[in-house]
């Protein structure tokens, strides 16, 4: 079972996942969940990276929570089994930023 990250765990793991991100593309905290809001130029596109996403998503047998309207969605991650952020969502929102 994965271990809940630390408040230093999860700002130094933030801090590299934003390192290359603008600033209006940053994850953030939000009600101790790491989150971030992704836009796209069609639906057919945000629902292509959200088909890629479950794929990977299946593979860490971690799955995200997320939203979509449009071209936006919206994602919410945390670790149900750690009761927090973990290793695991940081894992998952990187692979994210890789296919968008």
């Known amino acids: 079972m994965p271990e809940k990250y630390s408040p230093e765990q999860i700002e130094e793991a933030l801090a590299e996942l934003n390192a290359n991100l603008a600033s209006e593309e ?3 905290i939000t009600n101790a969940k790491l989150c971030k809001t992704f836009r796209f130029k069609s639906f057919i596109r945000a629902f292509g990276w959200m088909t ?3 794929i990977w998503a299946e593979k860490l ?3 995200p929570e997320w939203f979509n309207v449009y071209n936006k ?3 919410e991650l945390t670790t149900h089994d750690a009761d927090g952020i973990s290793e695991l969502d940081f894992k998952l929102a990187s692979k994210m930023e890789l296919l968008k």
């Open 73 to 75: 969605v919206e994602v």
């Open 61 to 63: 047998k971690h799955h």
């Open 52 to 54: 890629q996403i479950a």
């Open 26 to 28: 940053r994850w953030t």
